[in-house]
Nanobody
């Protein structure tokens, strides 16, 4: 079991940057693959980025590749999402999520993740 709490959202102008953080409880944080997702009203939750247990692998949605960077600190039970060159279309509620490692037919689908934070709002003004 793990509890997740996001922080760092806010209002920023287009072209600006924000750094989201996710603090996890529990002693097994390092065993989980961590992900970031986002959702806007009326749309399905979409994958943004994920990182392997020991930061050995990272994955990004095409829409954010080259602008966002995911990282984790297993000693501090935290995962971060550095978001640069933000665009109005990045506006959404951003969620941190966790799942055990292993084989998944859809490893970056929201349904594959077991634990979720409450979300943090990111608003990018044009």
């Amino acid at each position: 079991q793990v509890q997740l709490v996001e922080s760092g959202g806010g209002l920023v102008q287009a072209g600006g940057s924000l750094r989201l953080s996710c603090a996890a409880s529990g002693r097994t944080f390092s065993t989980y693959v961590m992900g970031w997702f986002r959702q806007t009203p009326g749309k399905e939750r979409e994958f943004v980025s994920a990182i392997g247990r020991s930061s050995d692998s990272t994955y990004y949605a095409t829409s954010v590749k080259g602008r966002f960077t995911i990282s984790r600190d297993n000693a501090k039970n935290t995962v971060h999402l550095q978001m640069n060159s933000l665009k109005p279309e990045d506006t959404a509620v951003y969620y941190c999520a966790a799942r055990p490692s292993g084989y998944y037919s859809r490893p970056y689908a929201p349904s594959s993740f077991d634990y979720w934070g409450q979300g943090t709002q990111v608003t990018v003004s044009s």
